[in-house]
């Protein structure tokens, strides 16, 4: 009998989530409103440390909503971190601006001083720079400290794109607390689940407000559902926000078991000439949603594309970081501010399963696929 293909990031789900989302069933809430929405706001809002949080559909649900929040207007440009998910870009066109991307430091997160240049080029050609979205790459924060400074310098509203760093801080600070809103995905890959969904952050509770006006198809508070603006059917179900309670409730369970996984590819990583992990070296408040083994071909015995290949052929699943969205044919015309750090990235890192799903044996499999691969001593 064959093994069954080993995931990148399966959903980790279990007994206590079962529970959850059979007593919110029981309750007869079965709507994308009721008491486990907002006990699931609160708790997200007191973890994180901020004042307000709106339960949605979808992380990038949150970011269309944050944009509009800080006054995004089409024709608008907002400045994105190139090395991303599609998402983030997505949420802007959604607002009827253009994404305009900006290239990243080493550790994958936005480059600041790029960053700076970008705003002043833009607006030297007469664009209006409507937000910043800088994005917590893999589960690394941004360096708040540099692009925090850069925004306020030119009075853009920095949003952060938290999706993947629940769980991580910055200078002990945790994700999600930067910037004038942040975002968190639940989506089914990402370290905490619902399934499908997301949420907004901010201190700001006109932004929350808004966002939660907007987001239940902008009813007016009238008997007979009164319309003067167009809403969006964005709020997150009850019964989804029961199952994310219980995610929560596991999530420094989940963050160290993924933090675990990540110390064993370093290990392994130690022993083959040419391969090193992403982001390890000083990786001590990331949340580890993925690691990844950059490839140097010069020392490897294979590059990144055959790591991938052959681990395909074991039935188990890897893939680059994100392809850059300066390079993503979607997005071709779209202003670009690139030094080749992110298109390196992506030629050179694979990101091995990380899931905190993942027993020692199933991480062991892939260890020795790698090792296999890679031609390691034995
Ligand atoms: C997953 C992700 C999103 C989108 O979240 P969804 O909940 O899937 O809509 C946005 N940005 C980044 C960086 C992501 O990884």
Request: hydrophobic share 45%.
């Amino acid at each position: 009998m064959s093994e069954a293909r080993v995931l990148l990031s399966p959903p980790d789900v279990g007994a206590l989530e079962e529970q959850n989302v059979l007593r919110a069933l029981r309750s007869g809430w079965v709507a994308p409103t009721g008491p486990e929405v907002t006990a699931f706001e609160d708790e997200m809002a007191t973890r994180v440390g901020v004042g307000q949080a709106v339960a949605l559909s979808s992380g990038t649900a949150a970011l269309h909503l944050a944009m509009i929040g800080v006054g995004v207007q089409p024709g608008d440009v907002v400045l994105v971190s190139s090395m991303t998910f599609a998402a983030s870009a997505n949420a802007v066109v959604y607002t009827g601006a253009r994404p305009c991307f900006v290239d990243s430091l080493r550790d994958g997160n936005i480059d600041p001083g790029l960053l700076d240049e970008a705003i002043r080029d833009q607006r030297g050609q007469g664009n209006r720079v409507a937000a910043v979205i800088a994005v917590d790459l893999l589960g690394r924060v941004a360096d708040y400290d540099a692009v925090t400074k850069v925004c306020e310098e030119h009075d853009v509203p920095l949003l952060e794109d938290a999706a993947e760093a629940l769980g991580a801080t910055y200078h002990g600070r945790p994700a999600g607390r930067f910037g004038r809103a942040a975002v968190l995905s639940f989506n089914g890959n990402k370290v905490m689940t619902t399934s499908g969904g997301g949420m907004l952050l901010t201190d700001d509770e006109d932004l929350a407000g808004r966002a939660r006006f907007l987001s239940t198809q902008a009813r007016e508070p009238t008997v007979h559902y009164e319309h003067r603006e167009i809403g969006y059917n964005y709020r997150l179900s009850n019964i989804l926000a029961a199952l994310g309670r219980a995610q929560l409730a596991r999530l420094d369970e989940m963050v160290r078991r993924r933090r675990e996984i990540r110390s064993t590819y370093a290990a392994l990583a130690a022993s083959l000439p040419g391969v090193t992990v992403f982001q390890a070296p000083d990786d001590d408040e990331d949340n580890c949603w993925l690691t990844a083994l950059m490839i140097d071909r010069d020392e490897a015995s294979v590059d990144a594309a055959g790591l991938m290949a052959g681990l395909d052929a074991h039935d188990i699943e890897a893939r680059p970081l994100w392809k850059p969205m300066h390079a993503q044919p979607v997005f071709a015309e779209a202003p670009a501010y690139v030094t080749g750090v992110a298109d390196d990235l992506f030629a050179r890192g694979v990101a091995l399963p990380s899931g905190s799903k993942h027993e020692a044996l199933v991480i062991d499999r892939v260890c020795h696929a790698v090792h296999e691969i890679l031609g390691g001593a034995s």
